[in-house]
Protein backbone atom coordinates (compact mmCIF):
# COMPACT_ATOMS: atom_id res chain seq x y z
CA UNK A 1 0.00 0.00 0.00
CA UNK A 2 1.23 3.67 -0.60
CA UNK A 3 0.25 6.67 0.52
CA UNK A 4 0.82 9.60 -2.04
CA UNK A 5 0.78 13.54 0.00
CA UNK A 6 1.23 16.36 -2.41
CA UNK A 7 2.59 19.96 -1.66
CA UNK A 8 3.99 23.14 -2.98
CA UNK A 9 0.40 24.08 -4.86
CA UNK A 10 -0.46 28.06 -4.93
CA UNK A 11 -0.92 31.29 -6.73
CA UNK A 12 1.21 32.53 -8.98
CA UNK A 13 1.44 35.05 -12.03
CA UNK A 14 1.64 33.98 -15.61
CA UNK A 15 5.39 33.84 -16.26
CA UNK A 16 6.19 32.15 -13.10
CA UNK A 17 7.25 29.16 -11.55
CA UNK A 18 6.66 26.65 -8.90
CA UNK A 19 7.56 23.51 -7.46
CA UNK A 20 5.33 20.36 -6.85
CA UNK A 21 6.72 17.21 -4.69
CA UNK A 22 4.79 14.60 -3.36
CA UNK A 23 5.99 12.30 -0.98
CA UNK A 24 5.02 8.61 -0.50
CA UNK A 25 4.72 5.65 2.43
CA UNK A 26 5.27 2.77 1.32
CA UNK A 27 8.59 0.08 1.53
CA UNK A 28 8.18 -0.11 -2.46
CA UNK A 29 8.42 3.26 -3.43
CA UNK A 30 11.47 2.23 -5.96
CA UNK A 31 9.68 0.11 -7.96
CA UNK A 32 6.35 2.19 -8.95
CA UNK A 33 6.53 4.42 -12.25
CA UNK A 34 5.06 7.93 -10.86
CA UNK A 35 3.31 10.05 -12.67
CA UNK A 36 1.29 13.78 -12.29
CA UNK A 37 -2.05 14.28 -13.31
CA UNK A 38 -4.00 17.74 -13.87
CA UNK A 39 -7.65 18.70 -13.82
CA UNK A 40 -9.59 21.90 -14.23
CA UNK A 41 -13.00 22.74 -13.58
CA UNK A 42 -15.42 21.09 -16.04
CA UNK A 43 -12.53 19.30 -17.78
CA UNK A 44 -11.35 15.51 -17.28
CA UNK A 45 -8.59 14.57 -15.64
CA UNK A 46 -5.61 14.93 -17.92
CA UNK A 47 -1.86 13.65 -18.28
CA UNK A 48 1.01 15.41 -17.38
CA UNK A 49 4.37 13.57 -16.88
CA UNK A 50 5.59 10.65 -15.52
CA UNK A 51 9.10 9.04 -15.11
CA UNK A 52 9.63 5.94 -14.64
CA UNK A 53 11.20 3.57 -11.07
CA UNK A 54 14.26 4.28 -11.96
CA UNK A 55 14.38 7.70 -13.32
CA UNK A 56 15.57 7.17 -16.40
CA UNK A 57 12.27 7.57 -18.61
CA UNK A 58 10.45 10.00 -18.78
CA UNK A 59 6.94 11.47 -20.97
CA UNK A 60 5.70 14.65 -20.96
CA UNK A 61 2.18 16.03 -22.10
CA UNK A 62 3.01 18.43 -25.46
CA UNK A 63 1.36 21.09 -23.54
CA UNK A 64 3.82 21.25 -21.12
CA UNK A 65 7.05 20.04 -22.55
CA UNK A 66 9.93 21.87 -22.58
CA UNK A 67 8.18 24.19 -19.82
CA UNK A 68 8.10 21.16 -16.71
CA UNK A 69 10.19 18.67 -15.26
CA UNK A 70 9.69 15.65 -13.45
CA UNK A 71 11.99 14.24 -11.37
CA UNK A 72 12.13 11.81 -8.44
CA UNK A 73 15.05 10.62 -5.24
CA UNK A 74 13.42 7.15 -4.33
CA UNK A 75 16.35 7.65 -1.45
CA UNK A 76 13.32 10.54 0.35
CA UNK A 77 10.12 8.70 -1.07
CA UNK A 78 9.51 11.52 -3.45
CA UNK A 79 8.65 12.86 -6.96
CA UNK A 80 8.87 16.08 -7.81
CA UNK A 81 7.40 18.42 -10.97
CA UNK A 82 9.25 21.70 -11.22
CA UNK A 83 6.71 23.86 -13.31
CA UNK A 84 7.99 27.36 -15.49
CA UNK A 85 6.87 29.68 -18.01
CA UNK A 86 2.78 29.14 -16.67
CA UNK A 87 0.42 29.86 -17.55
CA UNK A 88 -3.39 30.76 -17.01
CA UNK A 89 -4.45 27.58 -18.80
CA UNK A 90 -2.18 25.69 -15.99
CA UNK A 91 -4.64 26.48 -13.76
CA UNK A 92 -5.75 23.24 -11.78
CA UNK A 93 -5.70 20.80 -9.16
CA UNK A 94 -2.48 18.63 -9.29
CA UNK A 95 -2.55 15.08 -8.24
CA UNK A 96 0.44 12.70 -8.16
CA UNK A 97 0.53 9.09 -8.80
CA UNK A 98 2.18 5.48 -8.70
CA UNK A 99 1.10 2.52 -10.77
CA UNK A 100 3.23 -0.92 -10.80
CA UNK A 101 4.26 -3.01 -13.84
CA UNK A 102 6.92 -2.21 -17.18
CA UNK A 103 7.18 1.51 -17.97
CA UNK A 104 5.63 1.24 -21.44
CA UNK A 105 4.26 4.41 -23.59
CA UNK A 106 1.33 4.78 -24.21
CA UNK A 107 0.33 2.74 -21.01
CA UNK A 108 1.87 5.17 -18.49
CA UNK A 109 -0.26 8.14 -19.99
CA UNK A 110 -3.20 6.54 -18.87
CA UNK A 111 -4.89 7.68 -15.82
CA UNK A 112 -6.41 3.98 -15.25
CA UNK A 113 -3.15 2.02 -14.96
CA UNK A 114 -2.00 4.05 -11.74
CA UNK A 115 -2.99 2.12 -8.24
CA UNK A 116 -2.54 5.13 -6.09
CA UNK A 117 -3.35 8.62 -6.25
CA UNK A 118 -2.63 11.57 -3.78
CA UNK A 119 -5.26 13.71 -2.56
CA UNK A 120 -4.50 16.81 -4.79
CA UNK A 121 -2.77 20.32 -4.79
CA UNK A 122 -4.13 23.51 -6.21
CA UNK A 123 -2.43 26.02 -8.60
CA UNK A 124 -3.58 28.74 -9.75
CA UNK A 125 -2.11 31.28 -12.18
CA UNK A 126 -3.14 34.62 -12.76
CA UNK A 127 -2.82 36.61 -15.51
Known amino acids: QVQLIESGGGLVQAGGSLSLSCAASGPTFSTYFLGWFRQAPGNEREFVAV????????NYADSVKGRFTISRDNAKNTVYLQMTSLKPEDTAVYYC????????????????????WGQGTQVTVSS
Open 51 to 58: ISWSGSDT
Open 97 to 116: AAGVGDYSVPVVLDSTQYNY
